[in-house]
């Protein structure tokens, strides 16, 4: 049933902004029994919306931002879902114009969270309260169950998030939505998950390459292995969408789909956030920022012409047997995977005590496992050790993660070793070997390093002997000092 009018009050939720993702997370929760107001710069937007899915529920049309605001039961919720940036800030000054101290205003995009942290203390002063929630699982998701990351005053999420967890993906019993922390903690969050995506379609796509390269798969069998992995470990949408990508065969040419798409990757930009924050709070993400630099390369269209044909030097044999290096690989993304996302919960930990947001990991673990992009059996296991351990010092060195690594390093080490001597790139696989040999290192270079720097810069170091820094006096008789 649908009132065209807006009469009275009378709306649980308004969503202003309905592109595709709009829409579907405003017929989601019309889906759910809720009465949702829906504005759009352009009423033509509202109007198709309404023609087309009127039926699913109840929908109060607006026009102006007034009668949208007008329609809505107090303390007013409404959800923008526009394109972050400038257009946001745009949206949120017309509504707040307009709207009650109590009442909430919910930014839905992939808003970049200092951004997140700003609006939501000038809203705050205006007795408003704001809310930066990632929602992850695209249009689909969107319809039929996102994982919601809302951040903000938890008093407003006391009236919000029953109303968020009823549209949100469902995980044995549990809603993929929590309260994840004050102000910008919820598009922190949903930027991490961002990176981690990144991270783990770069990994996928380095196996596709191997597959390709290093076997001699065509893309039908490729997708099969990956449909195969996607009953075991590897359980995730991801992995379920590379096989079916992979099986599309074009229309138009008779051939992989896949074989006909130019292989440039593009971002928005969520990837490169993650990233520059990892670097500000000094967390080494080498998974997600190598998957980053990997799509800039692959967009570097001028370099790659003219490098075309660049020696290769004299390269290795290919495996000669496809069912044992098939294995390899799988173990090989696996045990990445492993330190992708360990990676990408030390940035949500980094993140927690620099911001002071007190964050749960586990929380993150359990509402990723249904909804988002990189909901993952996985997350299961994440969830299970941070329960366990909530001060984990890294997903790494936890048993289950542990063991698996011991299973795959093998694996992991060979495939990075033929990847080079076949001259096929694998930037996240063989960083994340790296980062996690860095790790385990007894001693790191990094004791040289301190020397030089103290020898150009007087930067000092310490000693594994004692306490304390010091200095070499190398301009001098070399003597050391106490810094
Ligand atoms: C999600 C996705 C989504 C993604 C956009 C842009 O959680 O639903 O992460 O928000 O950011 O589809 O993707 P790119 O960053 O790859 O351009």
């Given at each position: 049933m649908t009132d065209t009018t807006a009469s009275t009050a009378r709306a649980q939720i308004g969503v202003t902004g309905l592109a595709v993702m709009g829409s579907n997370i405003a017929r989601n929760f019309a889906r759910h029994g809720h009465t949702v107001a829906l504005h759009n710069r352009s009423v033509a937007k509202t109007d198709a919306l309404i023609?087309?899915?009127?039926?699913?529920?109840?929908?109060?049309?607006?026009?102006?931002?007034?009668?949208?605001?007008?329609?809505?039961?107090?303390?007013?919720?409404?959800?923008?879902?526009?394109?972050?940036?400038?257009?946001?800030?745009?949206?949120?000054?017309?509504?707040?114009?307009?709207m009650e101290p109590g009442d909430i205003?919910?930014?839905?995009?992939?808003a970049l969270y200092t951004d997140t942290i700003r609006r939501e203390a000038s809203l705050r002063e205006r007795g408003l309260h704001f809310v930066g929630a990632g929602i992850s699982g695209g249009e689909e998701g969107a319809l039929n169950g996102p994982s919601i990351m809302p951040g903000g005053p938890k008093e407003s999420y006391e009236s919000l998030g029953p109303l968020l967890e009823s549209v949100a993906?469902?995980?044995?019993?549990?809603?993929?939505?929590?309260?994840?922390?004050?102000?910008?903690?919820?598009?922190?969050?949903k930027m991490v998950h961002n990176g981690i995506e990144y991270a783990d379609m770069q990994l996928i796509g380095e196996a596709y390459h191997l597959f390709r390269d290093a076997l001699g798969f065509d893309a039908a069998q490729i997708a099969a292995v990956f449909g195969e992995w996607n009953t075991g470990d590897l359980e995730s949408y991801l992995i379920e969408i590379t096989a079916e990508v992979l099986s599309q065969v074009d229309a138009k040419t008779g051939q992989p789909l896949v074989d006909v798409i130019v292989d440039a990757a593009e971002q928005k930009g969520t990837g490169r956030w993650t990233v520059k924050s990892a670097l500000d709070l000094g967390v080494p993400v080498t998974g997600i920022a190598e998957a980053v630099f990997a799509r800039a390369l692959s967009g570097s269209r001028a370099q790659r012409e003219a490098a075309k044909g660049l020696a290769s030097g004299v390269l290795g044999?290919?495996?000669t047997d496809a069912d044992r290096f098939t294995e390899d690989i799988r173990q090989a993304l696996y045990a990445s995977k492993i330190v992708a996302y360990a990676q990408g919960f030390d940035q949500?930990?980094?993140?927690?005590?620099?911001?002071?947001?007190d964050l749960t990991p586990g929380d993150m673990a359990t509402i990723w496992r249904g909804g988002c992009i990189i909901r993952a059996r996985f997350l299961n296991r994440i969830k299970e050790a941070y329960d366990t351990n909530p001060d984990l010092t890294s997903l790494i060195v936890e048993p289950y993660f542990k063991d698996?690594?011991?299973?795959?390093?093998?694996?992991?080490r060979r495939v990075v070793v033929t990847a080079t001597q076949l001259g096929i790139p694998v930037p996240a696989f063989s960083s994340s070997l790296s980062y996690y040999d860095g790790l385990r290192a007894e001693r790191l270079p990094a004791a040289?390093?301190?020397?030089?720097?103290?020898?150009?810069?007087?930067?000092?170091?310490?000693?594994t002997d004692r306490p304390g820094k010091f200095h070499t006096l190398w301009s001098g008789d070399r003597s050391e000092v106490d810094a």
């Amino acid at each position: 049933m649908t009132d065209t009018t807006a009469s009275t009050a009378r709306a649980q939720i308004g969503v202003t902004g309905l592109a595709v993702m709009g829409s579907n997370i405003a017929r989601n929760f019309a889906r759910h029994g809720h009465t949702v107001a829906l504005h759009n710069r352009s009423v033509a937007k509202t109007d198709a919306l309404i023609a087309e899915h009127g039926d699913e529920g109840d929908f109060v049309r607006t026009e102006t931002v007034d009668e949208f605001v007008a329609a809505l039961q107090r303390p007013r919720r409404v959800l923008i879902m526009v394109k972050a940036g400038d257009a946001t800030d745009a949206v949120i000054e017309e509504l707040a114009a307009a709207m009650e101290p109590g009442d909430i205003i919910i930014d839905g995009g992939n808003a970049l969270y200092t951004d997140t942290i700003r609006r939501e203390a000038s809203l705050r002063e205006r007795g408003l309260h704001f809310v930066g929630a990632g929602i992850s699982g695209g249009e689909e998701g969107a319809l039929n169950g996102p994982s919601i990351m809302p951040g903000g005053p938890k008093e407003s999420y006391e009236s919000l998030g029953p109303l968020l967890e009823s549209v949100a993906a469902v995980v044995d019993g549990t809603p993929c939505c929590t309260h994840i922390g004050p102000d910008g903690a919820g598009h922190f969050v949903k930027m991490v998950h961002n990176g981690i995506e990144y991270a783990d379609m770069q990994l996928i796509g380095e196996a596709y390459h191997l597959f390709r390269d290093a076997l001699g798969f065509d893309a039908a069998q490729i997708a099969a292995v990956f449909g195969e992995w996607n009953t075991g470990d590897l359980e995730s949408y991801l992995i379920e969408i590379t096989a079916e990508v992979l099986s599309q065969v074009d229309a138009k040419t008779g051939q992989p789909l896949v074989d006909v798409i130019v292989d440039a990757a593009e971002q928005k930009g969520t990837g490169r956030w993650t990233v520059k924050s990892a670097l500000d709070l000094g967390v080494p993400v080498t998974g997600i920022a190598e998957a980053v630099f990997a799509r800039a390369l692959s967009g570097s269209r001028a370099q790659r012409e003219a490098a075309k044909g660049l020696a290769s030097g004299v390269l290795g044999d290919k495996p000669t047997d496809a069912d044992r290096f098939t294995e390899d690989i799988r173990q090989a993304l696996y045990a990445s995977k492993i330190v992708a996302y360990a990676q990408g919960f030390d940035q949500i930990r980094a993140g927690s005590v620099e911001y002071g947001w007190d964050l749960t990991p586990g929380d993150m673990a359990t509402i990723w496992r249904g909804g988002c992009i990189i909901r993952a059996r996985f997350l299961n296991r994440i969830k299970e050790a941070y329960d366990t351990n909530p001060d984990l010092t890294s997903l790494i060195v936890e048993p289950y993660f542990k063991d698996a690594i011991e299973t795959a390093i093998d694996s992991w080490r060979r495939v990075v070793v033929t990847a080079t001597q076949l001259g096929i790139p694998v930037p996240a696989f063989s960083s994340s070997l790296s980062y996690y040999d860095g790790l385990r290192a007894e001693r790191l270079p990094a004791a040289l390093t301190q020397g030089q720097r103290d020898f150009f810069g007087a930067h000092t170091y310490e000693r594994t002997d004692r306490p304390g820094k010091f200095h070499t006096l190398w301009s001098g008789d070399r003597s050391e000092v106490d810094a």
